[in-house]
């Protein structure tokens, strides 16, 4: 993906969820956003994916301008992306064949028929096909995390945002959710993603952007950012010698 953003703002009340982010990046699979809790990740990842308006700025992905004020456009990039949460991304009610159908045919308006063809060769793929009946409640934590990534490919998105999606889960759960992740990569998928794993976001991100009070603090590959002899921002140094310490 190519990806400018420039000058973001996203205010909620007094709260500066988002003060001025800038960036620019050319030809990165994997965007991981790091960084304390509240300081803006899932903001800035929610107003990429177009799930939330900027108060001010404009982002760019592949050349094409995020349209926020024209409801249909904005619908259409909402469409265009895939996105997976911390927890409860499936519908409790439904399987998870019908979890994977129902936005296809609903959102994308595939018809029923090529919807279970699409589901079902999702499923295949990550070695899911054997649950395709069942309902989330029948399925661990990681299952159905996989499920819901399923979901949210199946309708091939541009970008796939994921929300610290492992963090959930407990660790074996977490490792098989991680890999799924890298083979996504693997297969060519751009992602946009947050989480504390700091191990997976130095092995799968091209570039790290850590972020505190609402604007990006580093921005730089992961060989760079987590070498701790080369640390020279006082903010990073304290955030990795907190998250890398047991
Ligand atoms: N819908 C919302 N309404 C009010 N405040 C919000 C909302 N979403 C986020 N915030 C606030 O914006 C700041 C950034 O939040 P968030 O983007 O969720 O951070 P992070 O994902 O890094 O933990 C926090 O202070 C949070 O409380
Ligand atoms: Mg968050």
New binding site residues.
């Given amino acids: 993906m190519k990806l400018e953003i420039n000058n973001l703002i996203k205010e909620y009340g007094e709260i500066k969820a988002l003060s001025n982010v800038s960036i620019e990046l050319e030809d990165v699979s994997v965007l991981t956003l790091i960084g304390p809790s509240g300081g803006g990740?899932?903001t800035m990842l929610r107003v990429m994916g177009g799930l939330e308006i900027p108060d001010e700025g404009r982002v760019l992905i592949n050349d094409e301008m995020v349209n926020y004020k024209i409801q249909e456009e904005l619908m259409k990039h909402r469409q265009s992306n895939g996105f997976l949460f911390q927890s409860f991304n499936l519908f409790p009610h439904k399987t998870a064949l019908e979890n994977i159908t129902l936005p296809l045919k609903v959102v994308h308006g595939i018809d029923p028929s090529e919807a279970i063809e699409k589901a079902i060769k999702c499923l295949k793929r990550f070695g899911l096909e054997s649950h395709a009946q069942k309902m989330p409640y029948q399925l661990s934590g990681g299952q159905q995390q996989r499920v819901a990534i399923a979901r949210a490919i199946a309708s091939k998105p541009n970008l796939l945002f994921l929300?610290?999606p492992t963090s959930a889960l407990d660790p074996e759960m977490t490792a098989e959710v991680l890999d799924l992740i890298a083979e996504l990569k693997n297969g060519g998928q751009d992602i946009v993603l947050?989480t504390h794993e700091m191990g997976f976001a130095k092995e799968v991100s091209d570039v790290i952007a850590f972020i505190e009070n609402g604007s990006v603090v580093e921005l730089d590959k992961p060989e760079i950012i987590f070498d701790t002899s080369e640390v020279t921002n006082p903010r990073l140094e304290k955030f990795l010698g907190r998250v890398t310490k047991y």
């Fill in positions: 990740k899932s929300d610290e947050t």
